[in-house]
């Protein structure tokens, strides 16, 4: 597992609770972290259940353990660098603050 640097710019709105951003305004985040993570994800709600780098997920994702059964749940892992840098910053809101999608 690789650790990796992004950094990116997103558009942010003209105010705190407004819907447009007409004023153009930016913010910038910077993704420090693995260049891989695994989520598992919920059968029935495909929300995020669970995030994490290296370790089992990987393993299970390499097939070096066994996927367990009966979970209802699935395995992604996402790719930080082939993917856009809106997932990287919402992988980068998850991992620093624990927040759930």
């Known amino acids: ?12 709105p003209d105010e705190q609770y407004a819907q447009t951003d007409s004023k ?18 919920d059968n029935i709600t495909n929300k995020l259940s669970q995030w ?4 089992t997920g990987e393993e299970l994702w ?10 209802g749940q699935f395995l992604i892992e996402l790719d ?4 856009s840098k809106t997932i990287s910053m919402e992988a980068t809101i998850y991992y620093v603050g624990r927040q759930t999608w």
Request: aromatic letters at 10%; proline letters at 8%.
């Open 1 to 12: 597992m690789t650790d990796i640097t992004i950094d990116f710019e997103y558009p942010v």
């Open 24 to 41: 153009n305004k930016k913010g910038k985040l910077r993704y420090i972290g693995p260049d891989k993570v695994y989520i598992w994800v």
């Open 52 to 55: 994490e780098s290296g370790g």
């Open 62 to 71: 390499n097939g070096d353990i066994p996927m367990p059964t009966g979970t």
């Open 80 to 83: 930080v660098q082939k993917t």
